[in-house]
């Protein structure tokens, strides 16, 4: 068997991130070749990636970055918590940030096809499960999103409990870089991380999702014994606090329950001398559809 040394695999561990067994085998399986010796890996961080692939994946972190009139934000999963407080899974998360800035990807699909010089040329997909191979677990990307702001928006966000809830948000105005906006932008973020709003508006309420609540607000009416000419204004009165419970607009605000949401962004923009409204929000839970 090839005599390995050393400084060899000491070469391949910083090219590759794996561990010094799995380098020392890969150069004895490529006759001492590194730049061979890395494929070898990578081949293997494919077979044991998709070996783990049956394993849920529920743990990771979720990231944000804006830059200019662009922001991303991203969910990459592992299967344990320690994994996702590793500096390889927090390097790669970096890195992948990075790339969706740069290529603002329309999908997920596109993003994994996406090859770059911080993953060696190789691409999305490639770079995450030879990842996976070298720390030995199921990692994954769920979602990414990517938002254009217009000369006249302005992006916020926020990443709550380490990773576990992250937050973009897009306020419009012509007073942006004004301090009360500023702070509303902020303090708007960790609203949403904390009231997990199903919509900007009650416009936006799915139809579906308000069939169903009406239904059921109705057959709730009957059980509890209400007049049957009641009901229509009884599920009516349930649909608006459905609203004002979930929709971010309407929604009390936490750190002021007697103002809703729509209050503090008017209230900011008298302060700032410019009409100031909320024109969107992405709110990923770690785990979460």
């Not at 940030?97 to 010089?117: G, Y």
């Not at 677990?137 to 990517?146: D, Q, Y």
């Not at 938002?147 to 942006?176: C, N, P, Q, W």
């Amino acid at each position: 068997m090839i005599e390995i040394s050393a400084n060899a695999v000491k070469e391949l561990r910083e090219k590759s991130g794996a561990g010094m067994m799995q380098c020392k085998k890969a150069l004895q399986e490529t006759a001492g070749d590194v730049e061979k010796a890395i494929e070898y890996l990578r081949k293997q961080g494919q077979i044991q990636a998709g070996k783990r692939s049956g394993r849920s994946a529920k743990e990771g972190k979720i990231a944000s970055a804006i830059q200019g009139d662009l922001a991303v934000m991203l969910e990459l999963n592992s299967e344990t918590d320690f994994v996702s407080r590793n500096d390889d899974f927090s390097a790669l998360l970096g890195n992948l940030v990075k790339v969706a800035l740069e290529k603002a990807p329309a999908s997920l699909e596109a993003f994994e096809a996406v090859s770059s010089p911080l993953f060696g040329g190789r691409t999305v997909r490639d770079a995450v499960m030879e990842k996976a191979g070298i720390i030995g677990e199921n990692i994954g990307l769920k979602r990414v999103c990517v938002l254009r702001a217009a000369s006249d928006e302005k992006f916020f966000t926020y990443i709550h409990m380490g990773g576990k809830i992250g937050v973009l948000l897009t306020l419009k105005g012509a007073a942006l870089s004004h301090d009360k906006v500023l702070e509303a932008g902020k303090d708007l973020c960790m609203h949403v991380a904390a009231s997990n709003p199903l919509a900007l508006k009650k416009e936006d309420v799915p139809a579906d999702k308000l069939a169903s609540e009406t239904e059921i607000f109705r057959e709730l009416a009957r059980k509890e014994g209400k007049p049957e000419k009641m009901l229509d204004k009884i599920v009516l009165g349930r649909i608006e606090k459905f609203y004002k419970e979930n929709c971010l607009l309407d929604q009390p605000f936490v750190k002021d329950p007697n103002k809703s949401v729509s209050q503090v962004l008017s209230e900011a923009g008298k302060e700032a001398g410019a009409a100031l409204s909320l024109v969107a929000f992405v709110r990923y839970q770690l785990g979460s559809d």
